[in-house]
């Protein structure tokens, strides 16, 4: 296992925690053996090289694609034939149906039609007092973990803390407390034990093969969709008037050919996409962030000068947050490193070659940012973290269609701007005041399900800046 390497003190360029590569075989024994369902341990060594090439050895055909105009094509999908993975579908059906994240087609294109307005509102300035209240309200959290050195997860912290934010943000409330326990441990649950990572199933099964979904995932969905259910309540009846937000929007979306709203399953499956990618996605990015900054007191200290020299001691203002540069590209170098969303898949609808690569029918096409950010062919030192790649004077560096965190095409997130601008006040903020510290941090070590997440939750103190 290849660990993190200890830097020279107040070093910013080190290597953080990756599995360690083995060829295909000796991968796929190590997963089968260890039994976790983790597909980073999954891949070769030989998919950091290959541009576009099998991924190991499984019955379906597996192809992985690197090449940044062939990546460009599958995720774009002009031809129509590269819709989302039929594993993905499946597993994510009772979460959140066939909702604008796995939908494809004439279903999707309605969907976007009906829900592309209501995006405007999550416009940053629109946001950023949201934003701040949720950082307010952690920062209070934070001040009681210091004074009583009580240990928490990093991870529920900063779960807590997006799932907040977007909560204000979508529903103009928050998140009661417990209620962002259940929704955070069901979601472990679900994405520990959905079918989409489960190895055996991945290698052996044919293409478009069903498999019932176990109790307690289902289980896990139905929690996470009654909370949901009980944020759209606020927003109908008599008290609906009082709201003017992205729910209260995509209550009132109609499609544009029929005058019909959405069903309220489809309310839960559109609005449970925009809480969870609005929460899950920027919670795994933050919680490492935050552990590297943490275990590297060097950026600290540079983080801490950058924010004296623009904010001097007072509020970080939203014009601020576009003139914290090495903020900023920590935050851009994490993404780079441990991208959220790990695993881009696509199905081949028709038979097809994808460079010089012929791809059968069924072929599970897998474009992988994680991968991708780490090719030998691309990047210096790929396994390095070095936030100053994204400096002006180096950026030229990085190729074109190589760094694709936010994915591409149609399908990019929509929220890129909104995350970027929330990691950068969340950053700023809660490292002026607290100095992190991870116990335990040689244990960390990440691994791919539906998100870039710790093999084990971070168990963290806090103590305030300086002290």
């Given at each position: 296992m290849n660990l993190a390497v200890t830097p020279p003190k107040g070093s910013e360029i080190f290597t953080p925690p990756k599995p360690t590569s083995f060829a295909a075989l000796l991968a796929l024994m190590r997963v089968l053996l260890r039994g976790d369902g983790d597909l980073l341990s999954l891949l070769p060594s030989s998919a950091y090289r290959v541009e576009v090439g099998h991924l190991g050895w499984s019955r379906r055909q597996t192809v992985i694609v690197n090449r940044p105009d062939q990546v460009r094509r599958v995720l774009s999908d002009p031809e129509g034939i590269f819709p989302k993975s039929d594993l993905m579908v499946e597993a994510l059906d009772p979460l959140i149906g066939?909702?604008?994240?796995?939908?494809?087609?004439?279903?999707?294109?309605?969907?976007?039609?009906?829900?592309?307005?209501?995006?405007?509102?999550?416009?940053?300035?629109?946001?950023?007092?949201?934003?701040?209240?949720?950082?307010?309200?952690?920062?209070?959290?934070?001040?009681?973990?210091?004074?009583?050195?009580?240990?928490?997860?990093?991870?529920?912290?900063?779960?807590?803390?997006?799932?907040?934010?977007?909560?204000?943000?979508?529903?103009?409330?928050?998140?009661?407390?417990?209620?962002?326990?259940?929704?955070?441990?069901?979601?472990?649950?679900?994405?520990?034990?959905?079918?989409?990572?489960?190895?055996?199933?991945?290698?052996?099964?044919?293409?478009?093969?069903?498999?019932?979904?176990?109790?307690?995932?289902?289980?896990?969905?139905?929690?996470?969709?009654?909370?949901?259910?009980?944020?759209?309540?606020?927003?109908?009846?008599?008290?609906?008037?009082?709201?003017?937000?992205?729910?209260?929007?995509?209550?009132?979306?109609?499609?544009?050919?029929?005058?019909?709203?959405?069903?309220?399953?489809?309310?839960?499956?559109?609005?449970?996409?925009?809480?969870?990618?609005?929460?899950?996605?920027?919670?795994?990015?933050?919680?490492?962030?935050?552990?590297?900054?943490?275990?590297?007191?060097?950026?600290?200290?540079?983080?801490?000068?950058?924010?004296?020299?623009?904010?001097?001691?007072?509020?970080?203002?939203?014009?601020?947050?576009?003139?914290?540069?090495?903020?900023?590209?920590?935050?851009?170098?994490?993404?780079?490193?441990?991208?959220?969303?790990?695993?881009?898949?696509?199905?081949?609808?028709?038979?097809?070659?994808?460079?010089?690569?012929?791809?059968?029918?069924?072929?599970?096409?897998?474009?992988a940012p994680w991968v991708l950010h780490r090719h030998k062919r691309y990047w210096r030192n790929p396994h390095v973290f070095d936030a100053d790649r994204f400096s002006p004077e180096r950026e030229g560096e990085i190729m074109p269609g190589t760094y694709i965190p936010f994915g591409q095409g149609p399908r990019v997130c929509a929220g890129a701007a909104f995350a970027t601008t929330e990691a950068i006040l969340l950053i700023a903020r809660l490292f002026r005041r607290f100095d992190f510290h991870i116990r335990a941090p040689e244990r960390v070590l990440p691994a791919a399900r539906l998100t870039t997440r710790p093999t084990e939750q971070i168990v963290c103190t806090v103590t305030r800046a300086g002290r």
């Open positions: 066939d909702s604008i994240f796995v939908s494809s087609g004439a279903v999707w294109k309605r969907q976007r039609r009906m829900i592309d307005p209501s995006l405007s509102l999550m416009r940053v300035t629109n946001a950023y007092p949201a934003m701040v209240a949720g950082c307010e309200a952690t920062e209070e959290m934070l001040d009681r973990a210091a004074a009583e050195a009580e240990p928490f997860s990093l991870d529920l912290a900063m779960s807590h803390l997006t799932a907040d934010i977007i909560c204000r943000t979508v529903f103009s409330t928050t998140l009661r407390h417990q209620a962002a326990h259940d929704v955070f441990d069901a979601f472990t649950l679900f994405e520990r034990s959905v079918a989409q990572v489960e190895i055996k199933r991945l290698i052996f099964d044919p293409a478009w093969t069903s498999a019932p979904q176990k109790p307690e995932v289902l289980a896990a969905c139905a929690t996470i969709r009654s909370h949901l259910a009980s944020l759209i309540d606020t927003h109908v009846g008599a008290d609906a008037a009082r709201f003017d937000d992205i729910a209260t929007a995509i209550l009132g979306a109609r499609d544009p050919d029929t005058n019909t709203p959405f069903s309220r399953e489809e309310l839960i499956d559109q609005l449970g996409v925009l809480f969870l990618a609005g929460h899950e996605t920027s919670a795994s990015a933050l919680t490492w962030v935050f552990y590297l900054l943490a275990t590297h007191p060097g950026m600290v200290a540079r983080l801490r000068a950058e924010l004296r020299e623009v904010c001097g001691e007072g509020p970080v203002e939203f014009e601020h947050t576009k003139r914290l540069p090495f903020i900023r590209n920590v935050f851009r170098e994490t993404l780079r490193l441990y991208p959220p969303i790990t695993f881009l898949p696509r199905v081949a609808l028709e038979a097809t070659t994808i460079g010089n690569l012929n791809v059968r029918r069924g072929a599970l096409v897998m474009v």
